[in-house]
């Protein structure tokens, strides 16, 4: 895992940053092709925990969060999600349950529910319990 | 029934070397005693640490001539005995460890011995001692001095736990507090690393059934199985049922009953006494 690699320089932060602009179009067509678990995908996939610039972590997580809030069908995003995927979605619900919006914790709560049948305890205090790679 | 009474605050680790028949404890208060079996008593012999703060682990080597206690004290105590003086004689790795030393293991040869930290990394450390150990002809052992770290392994971003060799001393297996557990082959300059995620609530100490196969125990109160297939993956297998293992009295409020007790660890620590069971 990522123990190894050194952290990013805040240099970096801008190339970090224009990636995610980039994924974050990416996602915008996803959506609008009626494809949330795709769309999901492409919003975790890449997502810099190896990094404490802030806003990078916010960027990604404003691109996570779009794509969460599209999500409809939770059962049927867990049937076509890889399980690669459990423990960083994990971290990014949690943080939805963080901002304490009404609308976005619902949607997180609905989701974590499901996540925790598949992904099980463990998965949470993966979440928990890493407190170098935060999202 | 024997009633070892010494420690005065929590009994933190116990092993017993089968060959010697010396039962070593080692408390939270800060000491050590190697209990003797003379005629019908055990009897206490204190081992000066050098500890300022609790020891937390303890096991013989697989020779019995030397035992490592793992300490708060981010210190690892390798204790010896010398035969003039008649005392066992404490000798203290200081470096490396940033937090407290969860569990320590022995290598078969005797002088590697791996540890586990809060600092969430797993360490090899050579404990060779002139006069206690022979120097092998082997490449592999005869450049090590005492407490030189061979290896750093820096899997886990959490409190590591439950290191144990193989019988071989091939492969080591250690538990993180994130549940998962780590399995590296071939320990050395270019190791294998295997980090195994799974469902349940993290193990708090694993034990080698075979080359191939370990239990794990934690928070779940269920033993779990993993083994290695032929090209050598790990994964879980199955629980181990819901026995619960009966010979573990209550153990320090703080781990609630998670049936880590094995074996040979007969500890009370609630009263900070020890009880031995004689052969029926």
Redesign the interface.
């Known amino acids: 895992?990522a123990?190894?690699q050194g952290f990013v320089e805040a240099d970096n932060a801008e190339a970090i940053i224009a990636r995610i602009e980039h994924k974050s179009r990416k996602i915008e067509s996803l959506l609008k092709q009626h494809k949330p678990v795709e769309a999901l995908k492409t919003a975790l996939e890449g997502s810099p925990p190896a990094t404490r610039d802030e806003r990078c972590k916010s960027a990604n997580w404003i691109v996570v969060h779009r794509a969460l809030m599209a999500i409809k069908d939770v059962e049927g995003m867990f049937s076509s999600l890889d399980p690669e995927y459990y423990?960083i979605l994990m971290k990014y619900l949690y943080r939805g349950l963080s901002t304490g919006d009404r609308p976005t914790c619902d949607q997180c709560l609905r989701i974590h529910e499901k996540l925790t049948e598949r992904?099980?305890?463990?998965?949470i205090?993966?979440c928990?319990?890493?407190?170098?790679?935060t999202v | 029934m024997h009633v070892l009474q010494k420690h005065d605050q929590i009994v933190s680790g116990i092993d017993w070397s089968a060959k010697s028949n010396q039962i070593v404890t080692v408390s939270h208060d800060r000491n050590s005693y190697v209990w003797n079996h003379e005629g019908a008593e055990w009897v206490p012999m204190l081992v000066i640490l050098r500890l300022n703060r609790a020891a937390l682990c303890v096991q013989w080597s697989p020779n019995e001539n030397k035992f490592a206690v793992g300490s708060g004290a981010k210190t690892v105590c390798i204790c010896y005995y010398e035969q003039e003086n008649n005392w066992w004689v404490s000798k203290l790795i200081r470096k490396k460890h940033d937090s407290s030393v969860t569990s320590v293991a022995w290598h078969p040869n005797n002088i590697f011995l791996a540890t586990t930290s809060t600092d969430g990394k797993c360490r090899v450390f050579s404990t060779f001692i002139k006069g206690v150990d022979k120097r092998e002809s082997k490449a592999g052992t005869s450049d090590s001095k005492f407490g030189e770290q061979i290896i750093q392994l820096?899997?886990?971003?959490?409190?590591a736990f439950g290191v144990k060799w193989s019988p071989s001393g091939n492969t080591l297996a250690y538990v993180?507090?994130?549940?998962?557990i780590y399995f590296v082959d071939d320990v050395g300059p270019s190791p294998l690393a295997q980090?195994v995620?799974?469902?349940?609530?993290?193990l708090r100490d694993v034990i080698f059934v075979s080359e191939k196969m370990v239990v794990g125990v934690g928070f779940d109160c269920n033993p779990m199985i993993f083994a290695a297939d032929e090209t050598g993956i790990w994964s879980f297998i199955r629980f181990l049922g819901e026995r619960k293992i009966s010979s573990s009295p209550s153990k320090h409020g703080s781990q609630g009953g998670t049936g880590t007790e094995f074996l040979s660890r007969l500890a009370d620590t609630g009263t900070f006494k020890f009880f031995i069971w004689d052969h029926f």
Do not use: K
């Not at chain 1, 992904?119 to 998965?123: D, V």
């Not at chain 2, 993180?176 to 998962?180: E, I, K, Q």
């Not at chain 2, 995620?197 to 993290?202: D, V």
């Open positions: 895992m123990g190894v423990d992904a099980g305890l463990g998965c205090l993966r928990l319990a890493d407190t170098v790679n | 820096d899997l886990s971003f959490s409190w993180g507090h994130n549940s998962m980090n995620a799974f469902r349940n609530l993290p």
